[in-house]
């Protein structure tokens, strides 16, 4: 069963800080995503990474970075959060090739920048 | 870039009627279109899939059904039951897209007892 792990449930930051969310899974995947999710607007990809040390950004990188130094471990950094970024993070990965297709989720981060 | 719009935005049925989510994408060379779907507080999870190849596959009480000359596809379920009262979300993919999933806005059902 795939595991897909996230270091925080609920998170709450200050204006300008440095956050760190960071995503594990168990499953020896190739591809590891991190998506936000906001009412209304689905499920938007802020960057993927398809092995270590490789990241490219998604639809809305402004604003984050990425680190993936091991293949289980991906995480999603805001060099200095505001507002607007307060949302739901997610986490996926999955398999390489057309078995990318299907992603595993984990079970969220709810990032408040107050 | 992929462009997935989904309707409607929510969807009150009434138990034991079917229910039907339709979602159109721009990109001709999409062929992979999952749905999943995300109950109160948990993650998502995909709960069927559909390839370009194939115009309809069904699981039970879901199915969904894909018309590439229109660029649409649908997720119909059928005989509703509390439990598939949730969000759900459509995507869209391909190869050429380096097989990133680009997902529409989600429509919330509610099934009612």
């Known amino acids: 069963d795939v595991k897909v792990t996230q270091s925080s449930r609920y998170l709450v930051k200050r204006t300008g800080e440095k956050v760190f969310l960071e995503c594990v899974q168990d499953?020896?995947?190739?591809?590891m995503f991190w998506y936000r999710q906001d009412p209304g607007l689905g499920l938007r990809l802020i960057y993927f990474s398809y092995d270590v040390k490789m990241k490219e950004k998604g639809d809305i990188p402004e604003g984050y970075s990425v680190s993936r130094e091991k293949k289980e471990r991906f995480s999603l950094i805001l060099e200095s959060a505001s507002t607007n970024q307060t949302s739901m993070y997610l986490c996926a990965s999955s398999l390489p090739g057309t078995a990318a297709y299907e992603q595993y989720f984990g079970p969220g981060t709810r990032l408040t920048v107050t | 870039g992929e462009n997935v719009e989904q309707h409607p935005s929510t969807l009150s049925v009434q138990e034991g009627d079917s229910a039907v989510i339709k979602c159109t994408y721009s990109d001709s060379a999409s062929n992979y279109f999952p749905w999943y779907k995300q109950e109160l507080g948990k993650r998502p999870q995909l709960i069927i899939d559909i390839r370009s190849n194939v115009g309809e596959k069904k699981d039970q009480r879901i199915a969904v059904t894909l018309n590439k000359t229109a660029k649409h596809f649908s997720l119909h379920i059928t005989e509703t039951q509390p439990e598939d009262s949730a969000v759900y979300f459509c995507?869209?993919?391909?190869?050429?897209?380096?097989?990133?999933?680009?997902f529409g806005a989600g429509t919330t059902v509610t099934v009612r007892a």
């Open positions: 499953m020896d995947h190739e591809n």
């Open positions: 995507a869209a993919s391909s190869f050429s897209n380096d097989y990133k999933l680009s």
